[in-house]
């Protein structure tokens, strides 16, 4: 990059053209002032990229199937299946907690017991 002159960095002369600029631009102002780029932008691995802006598609969600979806009376679920299958998830992690706990009372157990823990 070129070395700017002496004179061109003196601050009187930037005050100058600072004012100049913004007298300028007050007296030569447009309302329609647009970006001749817009809708462009710049990336640094691939270079100048347009974003084409577009509608997006109506996403439809699909139906959550909890049981075989047989017609249960009135209703499209078996509210006493669900209650079932969350009966078992529900022991399974009971079992789960009680396993952890067993095995935290022996690890402590062990502790206090080895020649090491004390």
Do not use: C
């Amino acid at each position: 990059m070129p070395e700017l002159d002496a004179n061109y960095r003196e601050p009187d002369f930037l005050l100058f053209w600072r004012k100049f600029n913004r007298l300028y631009n007050i007296m030569h102002h447009r309302d329609e002032m647009k970006n001749p780029i817009e809708g462009f932008y710049f990336d640094n691995q691939i270079g100048i990229i347009k974003v084409i802006a577009y509608e997006p598609a109506d996403k439809k969600k699909p139906l959550a199937a909890v049981t075989d979806g047989a017609e249960h009376g009135d209703y499209q679920f078996g509210i006493l299946e669900i209650i079932a299958a969350r009966d078992k998830q529900e022991a399974l992690m009971d079992s789960m907690f009680l396993d952890l706990d067993a095995k935290i009372k022996d690890f402590f157990e062990y502790v206090r017991t080895a020649p090491d823990g004390k």
